[in-house]
Nanobody, 123 residues
Framework: QVQLVDTGGGLVQTGGSLRLSCAAS????????MGWFRQTPGKEREFVAA???????HYADSMKGRFSISRDNAKNTATLQMNSLKPEDTAVYYCAAARGGLMYTERGEYNYWGQGTQVTVSS
Protein backbone atom coordinates (compact mmCIF):
# COMPACT_ATOMS: atom_id res chain seq x y z
CA GLN A 1 0.00 0.00 0.00
CA VAL A 2 1.31 3.40 -0.99
CA GLN A 3 0.60 6.52 1.04
CA LEU A 4 0.98 9.94 -0.55
CA VAL A 5 1.16 13.28 1.21
CA ASP A 6 1.05 16.36 -0.96
CA THR A 7 2.09 19.75 0.34
CA GLY A 8 3.11 23.19 -0.83
CA GLY A 9 -0.14 24.85 -1.79
CA GLY A 10 -0.99 28.37 -0.81
CA LEU A 11 -2.05 31.82 -1.96
CA VAL A 12 -0.05 33.53 -4.69
CA GLN A 13 -0.57 36.49 -6.99
CA THR A 14 -0.98 36.21 -10.74
CA GLY A 15 2.39 35.56 -12.33
CA GLY A 16 3.81 34.03 -9.19
CA SER A 17 5.20 30.57 -8.54
CA LEU A 18 4.52 27.66 -6.22
CA ARG A 19 6.25 24.34 -5.71
CA LEU A 20 4.15 21.34 -4.77
CA SER A 21 5.70 18.26 -3.25
CA CYS A 22 4.44 14.71 -2.91
CA ALA A 23 6.05 12.42 -0.36
CA ALA A 24 5.45 8.71 -0.87
CA SER A 25 5.80 5.82 1.51
CA UNK A 26 5.23 2.11 0.98
CA UNK A 27 5.76 0.33 -2.29
CA UNK A 28 8.72 0.76 -4.59
CA UNK A 29 8.56 4.42 -5.54
CA UNK A 30 10.86 4.14 -8.54
CA UNK A 31 8.47 1.77 -10.30
CA UNK A 32 5.44 4.05 -10.14
CA UNK A 33 4.30 6.72 -12.52
CA MET A 34 3.70 9.91 -10.57
CA GLY A 35 1.05 12.36 -11.62
CA TRP A 36 -0.63 15.58 -10.61
CA PHE A 37 -4.30 16.34 -11.10
CA ARG A 38 -6.43 19.28 -10.06
CA GLN A 39 -10.06 19.87 -9.28
CA THR A 40 -12.35 22.86 -8.81
CA PRO A 41 -15.85 22.72 -7.31
CA GLY A 42 -18.41 21.21 -9.66
CA LYS A 43 -15.81 20.03 -12.17
CA GLU A 44 -14.11 16.75 -12.93
CA ARG A 45 -10.62 16.14 -11.64
CA GLU A 46 -8.33 16.97 -14.55
CA PHE A 47 -4.87 15.86 -15.54
CA VAL A 48 -2.02 18.31 -15.02
CA ALA A 49 1.27 16.46 -15.51
CA ALA A 50 2.90 13.07 -15.11
CA UNK A 51 6.35 11.53 -15.02
CA UNK A 52 6.92 7.87 -15.78
CA UNK A 53 9.40 5.53 -14.14
CA UNK A 54 11.65 6.22 -17.14
CA UNK A 55 11.47 9.97 -16.49
CA UNK A 56 9.30 10.68 -19.53
CA UNK A 57 7.08 13.65 -18.81
CA HIS A 58 3.76 14.79 -20.21
CA TYR A 59 1.69 17.90 -19.55
CA ALA A 60 -1.79 19.11 -20.22
CA ASP A 61 -1.71 21.69 -23.00
CA SER A 62 -2.53 24.64 -20.75
CA MET A 63 0.40 23.82 -18.46
CA LYS A 64 3.10 23.35 -21.07
CA GLY A 65 5.92 25.82 -20.63
CA ARG A 66 4.67 26.91 -17.21
CA PHE A 67 4.69 23.74 -15.09
CA SER A 68 7.50 21.25 -14.59
CA ILE A 69 7.23 17.83 -12.97
CA SER A 70 10.19 15.96 -11.54
CA ARG A 71 10.93 13.06 -9.23
CA ASP A 72 13.64 12.08 -6.78
CA ASN A 73 13.65 8.33 -6.34
CA ALA A 74 16.23 8.51 -3.55
CA LYS A 75 13.86 10.69 -1.49
CA ASN A 76 10.59 9.11 -2.67
CA THR A 77 9.27 12.47 -3.71
CA ALA A 78 7.63 14.02 -6.75
CA THR A 79 7.54 17.75 -7.33
CA LEU A 80 5.43 20.07 -9.44
CA GLN A 81 6.99 23.46 -10.08
CA MET A 82 4.34 25.93 -11.17
CA ASN A 83 5.36 29.24 -12.72
CA SER A 84 3.46 32.11 -14.33
CA LEU A 85 0.38 31.17 -12.38
CA LYS A 86 -3.01 32.41 -13.50
CA PRO A 87 -6.30 32.76 -11.59
CA GLU A 88 -7.66 29.83 -13.62
CA ASP A 89 -5.00 27.63 -12.03
CA THR A 90 -6.84 27.96 -8.73
CA ALA A 91 -7.83 24.46 -7.63
CA VAL A 92 -7.10 21.65 -5.22
CA TYR A 93 -4.07 19.80 -6.55
CA TYR A 94 -3.72 16.07 -6.00
CA CYS A 95 -0.65 13.90 -6.25
CA ALA A 96 -1.23 10.38 -7.59
CA ALA A 97 0.73 7.20 -8.20
CA ALA A 98 0.11 4.54 -10.83
CA ARG A 99 1.46 1.03 -10.95
CA GLY A 100 3.00 0.01 -14.24
CA GLY A 101 5.43 2.87 -14.64
CA LEU A 102 4.35 4.01 -18.10
CA MET A 103 2.72 7.28 -19.12
CA TYR A 104 -0.82 7.64 -17.82
CA THR A 105 -3.07 10.67 -18.13
CA GLU A 106 -6.46 9.34 -17.08
CA ARG A 107 -7.69 9.55 -13.52
CA GLY A 108 -8.80 5.91 -13.51
CA GLU A 109 -5.28 4.73 -14.33
CA TYR A 110 -3.95 5.90 -10.98
CA ASN A 111 -4.10 3.66 -7.95
CA TYR A 112 -3.14 5.92 -5.06
CA TRP A 113 -3.96 9.52 -4.20
CA GLY A 114 -2.80 12.21 -1.85
CA GLN A 115 -5.21 14.25 0.23
CA GLY A 116 -4.90 17.36 -1.94
CA THR A 117 -3.44 20.80 -1.41
CA GLN A 118 -5.19 24.07 -2.17
CA VAL A 119 -3.66 26.48 -4.67
CA THR A 120 -5.23 29.92 -4.94
CA VAL A 121 -4.06 32.48 -7.48
CA SER A 122 -5.33 36.00 -6.90
CA SER A 123 -5.83 38.48 -9.72
Amino acid sequence: QVQLVDTGGGLVQTGGSLRLSCAASGGIFSTYTMGWFRQTPGKEREFVAAISMYDYTHYADSMKGRFSISRDNAKNTATLQMNSLKPEDTAVYYCAAARGGLMYTERGEYNYWGQGTQVTVSS
